[in-house]
């Protein structure tokens, strides 16, 4: 079982604590936006070195789902992703028991969607569903990674359409606002590098079309370690 905790994020004024006159009227860190050959680049200030990034994780989760014993609908296990929707709702994807679980702002249960199997709407065995992501409009996608199928399904739960993706792609990483998706591979384990140390394996990413056919590929580059 697991309990997944959305936790609030207190963006600090980096600079009030320190500021003088010099400084007063500023509400923190700035930005400046500059224009090179056409292409508009963002150069943030840097946080003075004792404040790090300049935010903290507040001391007490802003929302909590999930019980050790109670409700099975809220008993979490295996948690891979959670999205929230823009009506508020947030969906988490429970591989657990291969379901979608649908919770209101404040954390109540609303539905299950999805279940095990190889039916429209249904997710295998291992690690699925393994992420959800809002779909343009009012729908919902989630992957199923090792089958490479994605599901989508509407604002109530009604499975619309299931797809396959091309090639070695796998992992559905985000969705853009026309629907095109971010796709990245399974990094593989290389022999002889588990426990040798910090590995950093690659993963190519792509953009496919909302139909599941590569769009463009992106390249090779590290992953996590």
């Known amino acids: 079982m697991r309990t997944m905790t959305l936790t609030g994020v207190c963006i600090l004024a980096a600079a009030a604590a320190s500021c003088g006159d010099a400084d007063e009227g500023r ?13 508009t680049i963002v150069e943030n200030e840097e946080p003075a070195p004792e404040t790090r990034l300049g935010w903290r994780i507040a001391e007490s989760p802003t929302l909590s789902i999930g019980a050790f014993e109670g409700d ?14 823009p009506d508020g709702r947030i969906v988490v994807a429970n591989a657990g028991s291969g379901e ?12 299950s969607w999805g279940g095990r199997g190889e039916g429209p709407g249904e997710f295998g065995d291992f690690a699925a569903p393994w992420s959800v992501e809002p779909w343009p409009g009012d729908s919902i996608a989630a992957s199923d990674l ?10 109530h739960g009604a499975h619309g359409r299931t797809f396959v993706l091309e090639d070695q792609y796998y992992r559905l990483m985000g ?10 591979t399974v990094p593989t384990f290389v022999a002889g590098t588990m426990g040798t140390g910090v590995v950093r394996r690659e993963i190519e990413y792509a953009i496919a079309s909302p139909d599941g056919s590569l769009h463009a590929a992106l390249g090779t580059y590290p992953a996590s370690e």
Do not use: C, N, W
């Not at 199928?149 to 509407?154: E, L, Y």
């Open 27 to 39: 509400s923190g860190l700035e930005s400046v936006i500059r224009d090179s050959a056409g292409i």
């Open 72 to 85: 099975p609908a809220y008993e979490l296990y295996q948690v891979m992703d959670a999205a929230r929707l």
């Open 100 to 111: 979608l679980r649908v919770f209101d702002a404040s954390g109540t249960h609303l539905a």
């Open 146 to 155: 090792y089958a490479r199928r994605i599901s989508v399904f509407d604002a």
């Open 175 to 184: 969705v853009l606002p026309d629907g095109k998706m971010f796709l990245g």
